[in-house]
């Protein structure tokens, strides 16, 4: 376990060390920071479903560098064993979580990677699939960043940001999504202070957003999930910039359990509602968000954190984890190809145009 002091705009929430994946455990943010260190495919798995790594870009570059992880194990195995391995491997990883089509994606990459080698040698195909989940990382930064400039310019200077869960460094490779927007911003000089909804019932947005902007000193503001109605009827929001897990064909987009509510307040009070998507992350097989899968997490998530449990025992729950925000809630999608304003079918065909 490797523990130290970062800012999070120097954070790598997913670094390869020494032949292994190293990734920052989120569930313990802010009272600790630590890597975790992974070896193979089931254990990024698991990582990934205990929400050691969480946030849909982050996903898939785990997930990539678990088939990697897997690759390395089986190096020294004969080409058909490595098969059955690497196999199995693609297998647990796509099992791990079912809303974030990042991760779904990422494994595409790689078993593109892996057909088109499989004439070479066991150690060459290794040292392709460990290149191509370096180069899923790298490009993810990329995006983020190019998506930040985007976003940046739809916010005016003195604005307040209102954003739920969390779509930072520690949702991506690094830079972030939503964060992303405001970090950029931040750096093109404008003042921008946040808004943080604590997105019950995992708080990411009480420990890792509010963290996140604590340490690159980024006024931030927490509130209730509950509370962002009332700010926003006495015109203390300017804006609303999400992420996302999944954004189907016509623009619907799956996010954390709560971002439906957020938009349809938006809406009311004729406040824009942002969404930072990266084109990862637009599934086009899926028509509408009625045909998103919605993952639903254990009880225990909502009766208690950690070690206190406040709801009383025996108590049925629900706890999905997602929910559905339709397309006409959306102002604009913010992708590394530009910004898309009332995003439809149409529009968001023409961004695969190229």
């Known amino acids: 376990m490797n523990r130290q002091d970062h800012s999070s705009a120097a954070v790598q929430t997913l670094r390869w060390r020494e032949g292994r994946l190293e990734m920052i455990d989120q569930r313990v943010l802010p009272a600790r920071f630590e890597y975790l260190p992974f ?17 849909a870009p982050a996903i898939g570059c785990a997930a990539a560098y678990g088939v990697a992880l897997e690759s390395v194990r089986l ?46 040698a066991v150690g060459d195909i290794v040292d392709c699939l460990l290149a191509q989940a370096h180069e899923i990382s790298a490009d993810d930064v990329r995006i983020n960043r190019a998506m930040g400039a985007y976003g940046a310019a739809l916010l005016a200077d003195g604005a307040r940001v209102l954003t739920h ?68 009827s006495r015109g203390e929001i300017d804006a609303v910039v999400v992420g996302t897990d999944r954004v189907a064909a016509n623009g619907d987009v799956a ?71 339709p397309a006409e809630l959306v102002t604009a999608l913010i992708t590394e190809k530009g910004v898309v304003t009332r995003p439809n079918q149409t529009r968001i065909a023409g961004l695969f145009a190229d």
């Not at 798995?45 to 790594?53: H, N």
């Open 39 to 55: 070896t193979s495919a089931a254990e990024v798995a698991e990582g990934i479903r205990s929400m050691v790594v969480r946030g």
């Open 75 to 120: 190096r020294g195995a004969t080409r058909e064993a490595f098969a059955v391995g690497l196999q199995r491997g693609f297998d647990v990883l796509a099992a791990s979580r079912p809303t974030a089509v990042n991760l779904f994606w990422a494994l595409a990459r790689m078993r593109a990677v892996w057909d088109a080698n499989q004439h070479r």
């Open 165 to 232: 869960c969390n779509a930072g460094a520690l949702a991506t490779a690094g830079h972030g999504t939503a964060l992303g927007v405001i970090r950029s911003a931040v750096q093109a000089g404008k003042r921008i202070s946040v808004i943080a909804d604590e997105t019950r019932p995992f708080l990411q947005g009480a420990r890792l957003t509010a963290w996140e902007m604590v340490q690159e000193k980024i006024p931030v503001t927490l509130i209730t999930d509950n509370m962002a109605g009332h700010l926003m």
């Open 255 to 325: 996010n954390k359990i709560g971002t439906y509510m957020v938009a349809v307040l938006a809406q009311r009070h004729n406040i824009p509602f942002y969404v930072a998507c990266p084109l990862s992350t637009i599934d086009l097989a899926v028509p509408d968000g009625a045909a998103i899968p919605i993952e639903e997490r254990a009880a225990e998530e909502v009766t208690g954190f950690r070690d206190c449990q406040w709801a009383a025992k025996g108590v049925q729950v629900r706890n999905p984890a997602f929910d559905v925000t």
